[in-house]
């Protein structure tokens, strides 16, 4: 059984930083494609940022140059380093993988950027 756990998040000022944890298990960390995501309230789930298991990694527009995301395959970690916070980043942050064509979900970690 595959499982994600998030951290990281918190309330931060804008033009902040925060750093995002999904610490996974149950698969084969290493061939596993990750990605963030991300849940305001009011709004439909959005997708934030992706890195596959070569370490090729692709953004949303809206974070695209703000926010980097990595892996550690010797932790099964996968981080998503976020600068210059702005008050529309505040959402729910779930990190999602896909193992054998089912998807997978963490429970969410809130950050909120206050202005």
């Known amino acids: 059984q595959v499982q994600l756990v998030e951290s990281g998040g918190d309330l931060v000022q804008a033009g902040g930083s925060l750093r995002l944890s999904c610490a996974a298990s149950?698969?084969?960390?290493?061939?596993?494609?990750f990605s963030w995501h991300r849940q305001a309230p009011g709004k439909q789930r959005e997708f934030v940022a992706v890195i596959f298991s070569g370490g090729h990694t692709n953004y949303a527009d809206s974070v695209k140059g703000r926010f980097t995301i990595s892996r550690d395959n010797a932790k099964n970690t996968v981080y998503l380093q976020m600068n210059s916070l702005k008050p529309e980043d505040t959402a729910v942050y779930i990190c999602?993988?896909?193992?054998?064509?089912?998807?997978?979900w963490g429970q969410g970690t809130q950050v909120t950027v206050s202005s």
């Open positions: 999602k993988t896909v193992v054998r064509a089912r998807e997978y």
């Open positions: 149950g698969s084969t960390f290493s061939l596993n494609t």
